[in-house]
């Protein structure tokens, strides 16, 4: 069965500097992966999203996330880190051959001034 | 354009009641998913369809039901409710191509006592 796996339930860093959001993957055959993010008390939105091409995906809000086949990965990245990105994030994946939408466990973002 | 809306955005119910929580989409899209999110547990899949007359059950569907008449509705039913109810509950809607990201509701706030 496909699976996502966030392995950290929180990660702090300080505004400016960079930022990385984990998410391991369990498939068979290709990926459909992505990348989703919560607010206090709001739904879920859609930050990006990895089909096929480029292993580097640009996303929403300044947000990017590097694809590595070799190590089942598709960890979120942000170059400097806003307070205002603080969130839940949700890592997902497609299942193929269910059409499930399958998502991670989340990480919550905490960012200090 | 209004997205996917869902209603009632709280609710509180006793153990034993009954409730339908209302999920319509304007987008057209053939797949509707129906989570709940439990503190520190993530999204987990209670039931899913892949286009009206076709419903499927996800990861935790016991004490649920749905039905999918239209394109555009996704009702999800709770016929006894319990206290291992009490959750967030969030409809997602999203197109037939595997590779397209879904859209989710604002949730609702469901506390059963």
């Known amino acids: 069965a496909q699976s996502v796996a966030q392995p950290e339930d929180q990660v702090n860093v300080a505004e400016g500097n960079p930022l990385t959001v984990k998410c391991t993957y369990s498939v068979s055959g290709n990926p459909y992966l992505f990348w989703y993010v919560q607010y206090p008390n709001r739904g879920l939105q859609f930050l990006l999203k990895y089909i096929t091409g480029d292993n580097l995906v640009k996303g929403s809000y300044g947000f990017e996330a590097e694809f590595n086949k070799s190590q089942t990965s598709f960890h979120l990245k942000k170059p400097s880190a806003l307070v205002s990105d603080s969130a839940l994030y949700f890592c997902?994946?497609?299942?193929?051959?269910?059409?499930?939408?399958?998502f991670g466990t989340g990480t919550r973002l905490q960012v200090f001034p | 354009n209004a997205g996917v809306t869902q209603t009632p955005k709280f609710r509180i119910l006793k153990i034993g009641q009954s409730m339908t929580l209302q999920c319509t989409q304007d987008?057209?899209?053939?797949?509707m998913y129906w989570y709940r999110q439990d503190p520190g547990m993530g999204l987990k899949l209670i039931y899913y369809s892949v286009g009206a007359g076709i419903t499927d059950k996800g990861e935790v569907p016991n004490g649920y039901n749905v039905s999918r008449s239209t394109t555009e509705d996704f009702p999800l039913r709770l016929e006894l409710a319990a206290p291992s109810q009490t959750s967030v509950y969030f409809c997602a809607s999203s197109s037939t191509t595997m590779n397209t990201e879904a859209f989710f509701g604002q949730g609702t706030r469901l506390t059963v006592v």
């Open positions: 987008m057209n899209h053939n797949y």
């Open positions: 997902a994946v497609r299942d193929m051959n269910t059409d499930k939408l399958i």
